[in-house]
């Protein structure tokens, strides 16, 4: 449950930002934006005027919408003839979000509203969320906690001569009964993910996943994750994981080998925790995203695997951490283009990582807080690799 | 891996659809429909035209893309400059998914093919879809022997007193060893689900989930599913689960209860197999699927819970099955309004079920394939309740 004060904290920030662009409102129809205002995930859409109450109108369910949403005005959702009348005559313009609602909904609502303008809020929503309140950072640390203590476990289910299926089974299993809600939220469009990735190959560390490694999965219609490879001595084991609780996401990647890691490896391992150790100190408002990003490039050159940072050569990803939240994607990005100043409160998964072909993958990953003293770390265990005998 | 024929065949169906409707050619950025027809789901954008050869265009990773791929043109995605020239100057009408395609998706593709017209080819697409080939229909037959085998043992690790979640993370782990892929993709807007529901509760059957049963799930931003009631004596548990095999989805129910189920939910669930039995009866070619829905409701009328089918009273879901392949949420819908006919090699998941308040929920669902014969059941195991000492 959110508490009427932290829904109303949500909507008068968003309410001051529509204010500022002169739109006398907005509609929202993403589950996930839906929640953040309403405080229920229901099938519902959400009127926020610029200024006064919200109002939810919910196609299903009604009875568990008014249950959970602090809000005070829950309708059921209106006919097609009624829907215009349910908002005020005043509002002409209305923000929308372009980048997740499918042309079918925003023809279904425009034409319900003719005569009132469409403008595109992405990037606004998407703003006002990466900041985080203290109760989200209080759930953010939760869910750090809880992924935390599943990663701890890791050698007490991780054997020698599984295969990477079994061990996200395994891992997989104790995340969910440790309350793991599953499902990953993920707002980019084209973008999947199911849980984590549980990869001991760098020969398949590609694919469509905008990261540095995806994992081969299980077949070409889930071509990322665990695959039915072996996991054998020597070779490096990258697990990363979500953990979702109360819907806020944690994310965090640890390596794991039985024996020893080659020393190139070695070398970029420790590279990897070198440009963490530089972000986290660099984590407070004010910092230039793509900047961090930059110069996490250079570290990586100067240390000699630029070319095997963040993927391996000719698949790289061009950024090196991602906010994070109520979905994996959120804003700030650390990348090249993301010419933005961090703000206190930005919850963002740091993942420097390096693919090295024939050999593996190693890096590290975990989610921090941004502050004036620089990255809080959400995911509070060791970050070196776990040696298995 | 598609074979070219497969790929063939799909595309030439699509061509012949999309010269029945004067468009030049189509473009789908969708995932699991640029998978459909390129047997690729890599992040890419395929240009299909009314004749001749398609273009895949890649984003990432290409060289997967070109591993995984029958197609012969598999290129990078070009530039926004050259995007337009990539099409063929003629193709002047252009068919796009208006159903999943974001607003913005559709704004960037119409800015590069300024003075082309899109047309909406979402029913089209889900229609094609909608009837399974040889290789499909075996796909579903392998996935609905597979999740199958998982609710053969249930027995084996169901246990008085877990937690709805215990169950859930037991079945999820054997799913997973088994080679399940996880991720269950649906269409529709606003839906999400997590592999499966494992419910033993009628009290919050209901949720956003366009179904009968959607459980209290572990919060109110993951409402559905299981959650941390225990599981009692003489109480019936739902699971309702889908497996998803390279990309095949099938989808199941099963009632299992230690002790007695009373009486009045031994009668719903008898209706229930009534249903089903009619159902599978009439899965033919030429069947009207709306007329299936009508006569489902008005046995479940006769049989005196008419307001507790599909959903307890003011909750109830208007369907009874829903096609299933690479969605969970395919063409056809047994539903009103729906008054299409059935074709030879639809996949429709059948799912009569009942909500008793205050008693619990029964009901059962198995995977047909539409044929001359009436519905083949692709997930054939027995359909009764497990009683558990």
Chains 1, 2 share one sequence.
């Not at 009348?85 to 997740?100: M, N, R």
């Not at 694919?207 to 990322?224: E, H, I, R, W, Y």
């Not at 490096?236 to 996401?249: A, E, K, M, S, T």
């Not at 993301?338 to 930005?346: A, D, N, R, Y």
């Amino acid at each position: 449950m959110i508490t009427r004060e932290e829904s109303e904290s949500r909507i008068s920030t968003l309410q001051r930002q529509l204010k500022g662009k002169g739109l006398d409102g907005a509609l929202f129809i993403f589950p996930i934006d839906v929640y953040y205002f309403a405080g229920t995930r229901q099938n519902a859409t959400i009127w926020i005027p610029v200024a006064g109450e919200p109002i939810l109108m919910v196609r299903k369910s009604l009875a568990r919408a008014r249950n959970e949403s602090p809000l005070t005005d829950i309708r059921p959702f209106p006919s097609s003839k009624e829907f215009a009348s349910a908002l005020p005559a005043e509002a002409l313009k209305i923000g929308f979000t372009y980048d997740v609602a499918p042309v079918q909904q925003l023809n279904f609502y425009a034409k319900m509203l003719a005569g009132r303008e469409f403008v595109d809020i992405s990037p606004l929503n998407r703003e006002i969320r990466s900041v985080k309140s203290t109760f989200e950072l209080q759930q953010m640390k939760r869910s750090g906690d809880i992924l935390s203590s599943i990663f701890l476990n890791v050698p007490g289910f991780l054997k020698e001569g599984m295969r990477e299926l079994d061990l996200a089974a395994e891992f997989e299993y104790r995340l969910r009964k440790a309350g793991g809600e599953g499902y990953v939220r993920m707002r980019a469009y084209n973008q999947e993910f199911f849980g984590g990735l549980a990869v001991s190959s760098g020969a398949a560390s590609y694919g469509f996943l905008d990261g540095a490694v995806s994992g081969k999965g299980l077949s070409n219609t889930s071509p990322q994750g665990a695959s039915l490879e072996v996991i054998t001595r020597n070779v490096p084991v990258l697990l990363d994981y979500c953990g979702v609780f109360n819907g806020y996401i944690s994310d965090m990647t640890r390596i794991y080998v039985f024996g020893a890691v080659d020393p190139e490896l070695q070398r970029a391992f420790d590279l990897a925790i070198e440009i963490q150790a530089y972000l986290q100190r660099e984590l407070k408002p004010g910092v230039i995203c793509e900047e961090l990003f930059l110069n996490a490039v250079e570290i990586a050159e100067q240390g000699g695997f630029g070319d095997k940072f963040m993927g391996m050569p000719g698949e790289q990803a061009r950024f090196v951490g991602h906010g994070v939240g109520l979905e994996l994607d959120e804003f700030p990005v650390i990348a090249q283009g993301f010419k933005v100043p961090l703000q206190s409160g930005q919850t963002i998964a740091i993942e420097p990582k390096f693919v090295v072909p024939g050999k593996g993958v190693v890096g590290i990953e975990n989610t921090f807080a941004v502050s004036p003293q620089g990255g809080i770390k959400m995911t509070d265990i060791p970050d070196g690799i776990t040696f298995l005998p």
